[in-house]
């Protein structure tokens, strides 16, 4: 029973795994061919790096996402401080608020922030990618947030104005460490959810490409062979990171 | 483009709308010499009337209007009609062309373009993957929520780790395997089965769709069975149960929660997707509803006003679906992967 157990959990990790795994080692392949084994070559590697459009998507790519998560982290916890204070009434209908975006399908999301771009006459590129990315981050800040400030003494920011801080530093110096965690939880939240993103970019920014809408928008025009090794080098980075991470959390727990 | 721009009176509005916020703002700040805190949401509820409120009146403005603005119910006529979206779907001078290559628009167009039709195909292929997605992911949270089994905590990273990477990266993967010459067909000719069309049918979508969501449906699963009591099924045991006993009336009722979750976070981004359909489907299945919308503000058969109101049809969908899901776990204990 116990072997069984883990046999069809194997299975499902292959599942998951195999598309990814084979393609990392296809992008060693020197053939075109994806039927033959034609010798290890670094070859796609070096096309991938001579490719501008890669070079410039991964730019937006990143730029986009670590521009929206430190924008759409600072008004989200800020916006959660504030519903925290709030009376029930406007609490409810901040709450409620906050949850539309979450319920809209993206696609819609995507429609109706481009719809909104035309309309105004903002010409759609980099900077309605990064508003739409804001847009859909913040109410993930705002989730991660809350819960830490509610478990947090309700009492000690008023004690702190009481022993003559300003409500600004009492925010800085009081509120803000406690909160920390959920801070980063919704920053991380934020940065790879803006990563990920593919439909709400296809609708806002269709001149600028990010690096899911240049991969979308070349899937159809047949195989490009230096997408293996952009999974693989994105894979391996992935994994890197991962340990990264995982060391540090390690050594903070000893 | 430009009749779908609002009209100059609306920049004054939005001018004046942010000049006085602001000066209220800066007022406020002044008098009271700093801010209570309730003041620090008034940037989001700004951001949120600009960036949500005012995008989805926009939508349900141009499904209620025709092209010149004036207001209509054509748009939402025009979803159950099926026979005027087959001739809307071709814009008239692509239709005389067609006419001059001998083809008549029915040869043209693919099959199954009915609005309906293609709601009803979308929700059951979603419905389809969530079934196939709780079928196989409950078991496998089941598991790994196990006490006896020690890697559950890494199993969830190896289970998120192909997540992180790229949505279109990891379902173009997908699509490479399901190639003619690809792995799977290279296998099956191995074997002696020989090559089968896998790519652009309606199972590759599935299987795509099951690919992506699958984890979705174990976090929340296992999260919920992860809080569990464990002493509850003791309990049950030491009272006589058996195993399939407790399973049956002590974890699967209290793993209910973790289960609406999973289905929610499957079976929504399901019924919208595009870009699964599009890249494992290649234009050679049956749309989904997602495409659908797509092409009217992307794609050839551009119509805002029509797509808009498809919009409007999905936006109540989802809230119809979310709207039972919550009555099966009005507490929303479930949660999400947050």
Not at chain 1, 59 to 64: H, M
Not at chain 2, 24 to 53: D, N, Q
Not at chain 2, 261 to 269: D, E, Y
């Amino acid at each position: 029973m116990k072997v069984l157990k883990r046999f069809y959990l194997a299975l499902i990790l292959v599942f998951l795994y195999a598309p990814i795994l084979v393609m990392i080692v296809q992008s060693f392949n020197a053939g075109k061919s994806r039927a033959v084994w034609e010798g290890f070559s670094f070859r796609w590697y070096a096309e991938l790096f001579n490719t501008a459009q890669i070079k410039d998507a991964l730019i937006v790519t990143l730029t986009v996402a670590a521009l929206a998560t430190i924008i759409s982290t600072v008004l989200g916890t800020l916006a959660a401080i504030g519903i925290q204070a709030m009376k029930a009434r406007p609490q409810t209908v901040m709450l409620a608020l906050n949850n539309i975006p979450l319920t809209m399908p993206d696609i819609v999301t995507g429609i109706s922030l481009m719809l909104l771009f035309i309309f105004t006459g903002v010409p759609r590129g980099y900077v309605t990618m990064l508003l739409a990315h804001i847009t859909f981050d913040i109410p993930y800040v705002i989730l991660s947030v809350l819960p830490k400030l509610k478990q947090m003494n309700q009492n000690s920011y008023e004690a702190a104005l009481d022993l003559g801080a300003t409500p600004t530093y009492a925010l800085l110096h009081v509120i803000l460490p406690e909160v920390m965690p959920g801070v980063i939880t919704g920053a991380m939240l934020a940065f790879t959810l803006s990563l990920d993103d593919f439909t709400i970019s296809y609708f806002t920014s269709p001149t600028v490409q990010n690096l899911s809408t240049l991969i979308y928008s070349q899937s159809r025009q047949g195989i490009k062979l230096y997408m293996y090794a952009l999974s693989a080098l994105m894979f391996v980075a992935l994994l890197v990171l991962l340990l990264l991470v995982n060391k540090r959390s390690s050594k903070a727990e000893i | 483009m430009n009749d779908y721009q609002m009209p100059s009176w609306g920049y004054w509005v939005m001018g004046v709308g942010l000049a006085l916020y602001l000066v209220l703002l800066v007022g406020y700040f002044i008098k009271c010499r700093g801010f209570r805190r309730p003041v620090f949401a008034s940037p989001y509820v700004l951001w949120i009337v600009i960036f949500t409120v005012i995008p989805v009146l926009l939508v349900a403005y141009f499904a209620l209007t025709d092209g010149n603005g004036n207001f209509t119910l054509d748009n939402f006529r025009d979803f159950w009609d099926s026979d005027y979206l087959r001739r809307a779907a071709i814009s008239p001078e692509r239709a005389e062309k067609l006419k001059e290559r001998g083809m008549t628009l029915e040869e043209y167009l693919p099959p199954n373009s009915s609005n309906v039709d293609t709601l009803i195909h979308s929700i059951w292929m979603a419905f389809q993957c969530t079934v196939i997605c709780l079928l196989l992911g409950y078991p496998a949270a089941h598991i790994m929520a196990d006490r006896e089994f020690k890697l559950g905590a890494t199993l969830v990273v190896l289970f998120m780790v192909p997540m992180w990477m790229n949505f279109v990266l990891r379902t173009y993967a997908l699509s490479e395997l399901l190639e003619e010459d690809g792995l799977i067909n290279n296998i099956l000719k191995g074997v002696g089965i020989g090559a089968r069309q896998l790519l652009n049918t309606d199972g590759a979508i599935q299987l795509g769709m099951v690919y992506n969501y699958l984890p979705f449906m174990v976090f929340p699963i296992y999260n919920s069975l992860n809080k569990m009591d464990y002493k509850l099924s003791e309990a049950a045991m030491d009272l006589g149960c058996n195993k399939w006993q407790t399973f049956y009336k002590v974890t699967l009722p209290l793993s209910v929660p973790g289960v609406i979750s999973g289905i929610t976070m499957v079976f929504m981004p399901a019924v919208t997707t595009f870009a699964i359909s599009r890249m494992l489907g290649g234009g050679k299945t049956p749309p989904l509803f997602g495409d659908l919308i797509e092409k009217r503000f992307s794609g050839s058969a551009l119509n805002w006003n029509l797509g808009s109101a498809l919009s409007m049809v999905m936006m109540v969908l989802i809230l119809i679906s979310l709207g039972f899901l919550q009555k099966a776990d009005p507490k929303g204990e479930g949660g999400g992967i947050i």
